[in-house]
Structure formats: structure tokens, C-alpha cells
């Protein structure tokens, strides 16, 4: 068995959305992890504008890459490899960081591997639990995505066994927190009005649950008729004169989407045969959800596995663990034309380039 120090070093660029993050990696080992957020910018859009967030990884891919080199006590001529972001995200931050890659990787000759976001955060639980063991369940859970996803490979093969067919968790946590007059993003200020409210109080509906709905979307997910629920419930309520009892309303509504989301990642597990199941991306960092997760994979024989909340959320060293992973399983690199795909599919998990 190798030590630490012979395994590859890997630099990870992470620019899908407002996170400017940028990582590095020796085998499964967090050197450094370094995040600049433009998410101030655009909360009073109550939502992220892509062109400020193209700005912004403009502005901060340099000195957050100093600041993760100076972190881990490495040069930039140190790395065996440089992973980026290829897609899913913002097509214009995609392209900041992607041709931030290019670049870095052109400069100190290595290679270069094009990731896909939703693989990354998969692969990042291998930073803190080591390798994942194959097969394995993934329930990614973010502001643009809400899969179940079939893990047998994370650098080659990767199947999705169900998504949203609207709003995506974190879509609609932001949503209702706008309803309930709270901050952008909606999902810490959502679970910590919930903290004070009774889950049981109200019961909103849980979406794709019924016996017809499972027959047809067993794996899949929706919250848009949730968050039309709720924001119906609080008209209502404001309509009639009546205060709105937002500490309830948020529990309530907290607890239909984790109700769903574990009910049918345990039902994945359990139709595939599956005995792990790893929970990544934003929404994975709500408490209440880590802890239903927990208590029903307990009940029913399935090994979780969680990242630290700060490794839920988009960064550098997620991005730097796949390509850790990429590296180490001799995976060909992607060319200097990789190209950034906003909608890039998780069964491509590696941009190639190229006319191929």
C-alpha cells in the first residue's frame, strides 16, 4: 500500500453556480479547500443572476487558487493533475472555470479532467468515510438537482434511476422563503424557522407518493405542487386577516420534502439491492433531513454515508476528489477543447473533447 505522500496530487476548480471553489487533493486526502461565494450579491435578486456569478468567478479565480496552493503549502507545478467542472451549472460560470483549467493545465503541462458536478459530489465523501464502496446509492439533493442515482463506478459509470420532474429541493426551500418573507438561499433560513414550528401542525402533500404516482415514477421526485401548497396556505391565511405562523409552516413544509426524499431513496435501496447510500449536494447539510435519513437507513440495513455540511455544498475539494479518482483509476483526460455543458447528462461523467 502506498503512502499519502506517493499518491497524485489533484487541483479541483469548481464554478457552476455562485461558489468559486477551488480544491486540492492527495488520493483521499483534503490538503485544501477554498471558497470565495458571490451569494451576497445576489440576494436581493432572491435569486442567482448568471452574469453576476460569471463576474464574480472572474474576479476570485485567481487569488482563491493562491489561496488553496499557499493553504496546502504546494506550487501550482506540484499537481499531477488539474479537474474542473465541466457541467451541469450556469453556462457562463462553467466557462470562467473551465477556461481557468485550461489554462493552469497548459502552463505546468499535465492533464486536465473535465468533470460532471453531480459525479463530484458523490465522489467527495471519500474525503472524510475512503473509498465508496461499489455499487452505491447516491440521493444528490440541490438547488438545480434532486436525483437517485445508481453508483457502480464514480469515474465511468453512473445511472440515474430517478429525478425531479420540476423543482428541484433547493428550488423550492428558496421559494417558500420568499413566501415566509425570509433570506436567500432559503434552505438554512427554512431550517432554522423550522427549528421553532410543529411539523405535525399543517399537511402539505408529498409529491409522487400516491399508489398510481410510484407506479410510474417510483424513483422520481416533485416539489412544484408542494410549494404551490404552501404559498396557497399563507394567501390564504393573509386573505382572511390571520397571522401566518411561519415557524409551522416551515416545519411543515421541511418535513413533507424529507419525508419523500428518504422514503424513496430507502425504496431505491431496496429495489436494487443496494446496502449503501451516500446523500451529497446542499440539501444534504439540513439536519433534519441527515437525521431522518439516518433513522430510516437504520431501520432498514442501509449503511449512510454524509459528508460534513461544509462538504455538501458546491466546492473545489469535491471537484479535486473525482478527479483524484480519475487519475488513480488510469481514465484518459479530456482534451484542451473539452467543451462546458450546462446540461451535461450524470452518464457522462468525463467531457472528452474533441470531434469524438
Known amino acids: 500500500m502506498s503512502r499519502a505522500g506517493d499518491q497524485p496530487l489533484v487541483l479541483g476548480i469548481e464554478t457552476s453556480c455562485d ?3 477551488v480544491g486540492l487533493v492527495r488520493g483521499h486526502t483534503l490538503l485544501a479547500d477554498a471558497l470565495a461565494s458571490s451569494v451576497e450579491e445576489h440576494a436581493r435578486f432572491g435569486g442567482v443572476v448568471p452574469e453576476v456569478a460569471s463576474r464574480a468567478h472572474l474576479q476570485a479565480m485567481v487569488p482563491t487558487v493562491h489561496r488553496a496552493l499557499a493553504q496546502a503549502g504546494v506550487r501550482l507545478a506540484d499537481v499531477d493533475a488539474i479537474a474542473v467542472t465541466a457541467g451541469p451549472g450556469l453556462a457562463g460560470a462553467l466557462m470562467v472555470g473551465l477556461a481557468a483549467a485550461k ?3 497548459l502552463a505546468v503541462d499535465k492533464p486536465l479532467f473535465g468533470v460532471n458536478h453531480l459525479a463530484a459530489h458523490v465522489a467527495v465523501d471519500q474525503l ?3 473509498a465508496l464502496p461499489e455499487p452505491a446509492l447516491a440521493l444528490l439533493v440541490s438547488g438545480g438537482h434532486s436525483s437517485l442515482l445508481l453508483v457502480r463506478d464514480v469515474t465511468a459509470e453512473v445511472t440515474e434511476l430517478g429525478r425531479t420532474l420540476d423543482d428541484a429541493a433547493g428550488e423550492a426551500f428558496d421559494k417558500v422563503a ?3 418573507g425570509l ?11 423550522a427549528r421553532q414550528g410543529d411539523p405535525e401542525a399543517i399537511v402539505f402533500p408529498r409529491g409522487l407518493s400516491t399508489p398510481r404516482d410510484l407506479a410510474t415514477h417510483r424513483h422520481d421526485f416533485s416539489f412544484s405542487g408542494l410549494k404551490t401548497a404552501v404559498a396557497r396556505w399563507v394567501e390564504a391565511r393573509r386573505r382572511d386577516g390571520q397571522d ?4 409551522d409552516v416551515a416545519a411543515a413544509f421541511q418535513e413533507a420534502v424529507v419525508d419523500v426524499l428518504t422514503r424513496k431513496a430507502v425504496t431505491a435501496c431496496r429495489d436494487t439491492g443496494v446496502g449503501h447510500l451516500v446523500l451529497g449536494g446542499g440539501v444534504a447539510a439540513n439536519s433534519r433531513l441527515r437525521a431522518v435519513a439516518q433513522a430510516r437507513c437504520e431501520e432498514a440495513g442501509i449503511v449512510l454515508r454524509v459528508p460534513s455540511p461544509r462538504l455538501c455544498t458546491d466546492n473545489g475539494a469535491m471537484v479535486a476528489a473525482l478527479g483524484a479518482q480519475m487519475l488513480a483509476r488510469g481514465r484518459e483526460p479530456s482534451r484542451l477543447d473539452a467543451p ?3 446540461s451535461m447528462p450524470i452518464t457522462q461523467v468525463l467531457a472528452a473533447g474533441g470531434a469524438g
Open 19 to 21: 461558489e468559486t471553489g
Open 103 to 105: 489554462a493552469y493545465a
Open 128 to 130: 472524510e468515510h475512503g
Open 178 to 180: 420568499r413566501v415566509l
Open 183 to 193: 433570506g436567500f438561499p432559503g434552505g438554512p433560513y427554512v431550517e432554522r424557522a
Open 244 to 247: 401566518v405562523p411561519v415557524a
Open 340 to 342: 462546458a455543458d450546462s
